[in-house]
T-cell receptor, first 113, second 119 residues
Framework: LAKTTQPISMDSYEGQEVNITCSHN???????ITWYQQFPSQGPRFIIQGYKTKVTNEVASLFIPADRKSSTLSLPRVSLSDTAVYYCLVGDDGADSNYQLIWGAGTKLIIKP | GAGVSQSPSNKVTEKGKDVELRCDPI?????LYWYRQSLGQGLEFLIY????????KSGLPSDRFSAERTGGSVSTLTIQRTQQEDSAVYLC?????????????????FGPGTRLTVL
């Protein structure tokens, strides 16, 4: 099975740009990379998704290098409300024919005033 | 429209008892996922359903766990003979298209989860 690796935690301050990187080996050709945000006692919520290069929406940007073995979520000018756990999700062909979804362990982002 | 709903929101049971957890996906979503999340941990994929196809059960941790999806809509996750290590939040999600080699990108919409406590 592919393994995804994210930093366990990160701290930043209001107004700063925050970059969270996820490493994902053996990503399948047709797989997309998706990032989710989770607040305490809630289910994860979609943030952004991409396949390659750069994707930007109203809340974040996603940078994916040509080899697609990693991705970086960029949050511009964070606020206290961005304090949450951030997960990257990629598909994985695995070693057999079963398809599984491999989530990263999540990065706990704490924004300080 | 309505999001994914799960019931009950909390369930406390005694070791050895069976429990059933329910998930109502977003109407029209063909894919449904079950995950388990232990306190302070990431998501552990359990099972997914896609339309009327046979589910992929390869993520289920033991044969005490089973899931059904009736009529391509509501799903029930059943845990038999519960153990203390089953205590966790069980999350359900639905999407329009199954992510991965079979289709393009999709967005999973999650329910609020069921917090299961086994005493």
């Amino acid at each position: 099975l592919a393994k995804t690796t994210q930093p366990i935690s990160m701290d930043s301050y209001e107004g700063q740009e925050v970059n969270i990187t996820c490493s994902h080996n053996n990503i399948a050709t047709n797989d997309y990379i998706t990032w989710y945000q989770q607040f305490p006692s809630q289910g994860p919520r979609f943030i952004i998704q991409g396949y390659k290069t750069k994707v930007t929406n109203e809340v974040a940007s996603l940078f994916i290098p040509a080899d697609r073995k990693s991705s970086t979520l960029s949050l511009p000018r964070v606020s206290l409300s961005d304090t949450a756990v951030y997960y990257c999700l990629v598909g994985d062909d695995g070693a057999d024919s079963n398809y599984q979804l491999i989530w990263g362990a999540g990065t706990k982002l704490i924004i300080k005033p | 429209g309505a999001g994914v709903s799960q019931s009950p929101s909390n369930k406390v049971t005694e070791k050895g008892k069976d429990v059933e957890l329910r998930c109502d996906p977003i109407s029209g979503h063909t894919a449904l996922y079950w995950y388990r999340q232990s306190l302070g941990q990431g998501l552990e994929f359990l099972i997914y359903f896609q339309g009327n196809s046979a589910p992929d059960k390869s993520g289920l941790p033991s044969d005490r766990f089973s899931a059904e999806r009736t009529g391509g809509s509501v799903s029930t996750l059943t845990i038999q003979r519960t153990q203390q290590e089953d205590s966790a939040v069980y999350l359900c999600a639905s999407s329009q298209v199954l992510a991965g080699p079979f289709g393009g990108a999709d967005t999973q919409y999650f329910g609020p989860g069921t917090r299961l406590t086994v005493l």
